[in-house]
């Protein structure tokens, strides 16, 4: 079965310091992938997504995610985080064969200090 | 254009008890997703309806079912609550089934927190 690890569960930063969370994914075949982002009290909101073309993406407040397809990896950055990233991010994977289903991993909790 | 709305947004229940969670889809939308996320198992997929069929299941017993109706509303219901069954209920809307793509993104709603004591 197809799996999503992302590789730290939580993250400590200070205000400018750059950030990059790993993501990587277990499936042999084309996929969708997503990065989400969970602040305290919201609901999940699309940071950014590949579908295909240029493996960079760049999403919004600044994020942006390499595709690696050799290494089954989608890394989210940011140049220099703010307290306000302080939120929860999940990698999210949709196979093409799997309709809308989206497998997550397990979500990195990010804290940015002032 | 209003979001992906679920009702209730908190839930209390007894063990051995139902429930039935509601979602509406964002306007236009007729593809609807539902997910289960736990402190320990993350977030995890449970079902998708389009055009009131179930189109995908996750892994999930019997205890966990849902429908969609015409209007593309869906709920899904739990029956015979489990203490583990505690967790934030996620509906996701998209226009229609069959893969993502830019034409046909999935948005999420702010969810229903069941609690079983």
């Known amino acids: 079965a197809q799996s999503v690890s992302q590789h730290n569960h939580h993250v400590i930063l200070s205000e400018a310091a750059s950030l990059e969370l790993g993501c990587n994914y277990s499936y042999g075949g084309t996929v969708n992938l997503f990065w989400y982002v969970q602040y305290p009290g919201q609901h999940l909101q699309l940071l950014l997504k590949y579908f295909s073309g240029d493996p960079l993406v760049k999403g919004i407040k600044g994020f942006e995610a390499e595709f690696i397809k050799s290494k089954f990896s989608f890394n989210l950055r940011k140049p220099s985080v703010q307290w306000s990233d302080t939120a929860e991010y999940f990698c999210a994977v949709n196979p093409y064969n799997a309709g809308n289903m989206l497998t997550f991993g397990g979500g990195t909790r990010l804290m940015v200090k002032p | 254009k209003a979001g992906v709305t679920q009702t209730p947004r908190y839930l209390i229940k007894t063990r051995g008890q139902q429930v039935t969670l509601s979602c509406s889809p964002i306007s236009g939308h007729r593809s609807v997703s539902w997910y289960q996320q736990t402190p320990g198992q993350g977030l995890q997929f449970l079902f998708e309806?389009?055009?009131?069929?179930?189109?995908n299941k996750g892994n999930f017993p019997g205890r966990f079912s849902g429908r969609q109706f015409s209007n593309s509303r869906s709920e899904m219901n739990v029956s015979t609550l489990e203490l583990g069954d505690s967790a934030l209920y996620l509906c996701?809307?998209?226009?229609?089934?069959?893969?993502?793509?830019?034409?046909?993104?999935?948005?999420f709603g702010p969810g229903t927190r069941l609690t079983v004591l």
């Open positions: 996701a809307s998209s226009l229609f089934a069959g893969a993502l793509s830019p034409y046909n993104e999935q948005f």
């Open positions: 309806y389009f055009s009131e069929t179930q189109r």
